[in-house]
């Protein structure tokens, strides 16, 4: 009996697979995050978001996605 010989090959289009899953994993996340918002203020109605409490998430969404783009280094 002759072996057969597998060569494994790298794809070539890992990016949109990357994309996609970054999505699907963007969008659960903000969906949780909303669940989680509504939750906490159920009874008080619409959540009053501060200025201040804006750009303290906002630097914390982008050290997030720092740190997420050192991680391919």
């Known amino acids: 009996m002759s072996e057969l010989e597998y060569e494994i090959v790298?794809?070539?289009?890992w990016q949109p697979r990357v994309l996609a899953v970054g999505a699907v994993i963007g969008a659960l996340v903000g969906v949780g995050a909303a669940y989680l918002?509504?939750?906490s203020n159920e009874n008080e109605g619409?959540?009053?978001i501060s200025a201040g409490e804006g750009v303290k998430l906002g630097v914390l969404v982008l050290g997030l996605?720092?740190?997420v783009a050192a991680l391919g280094e």
Do not use: G
């Open 10 to 13: 790298e794809s070539q289009n």
């Open 65 to 67: 996605l720092r740190s």
């Open 46 to 48: 619409p959540p009053q």
């Open 37 to 39: 918002l509504i939750k």
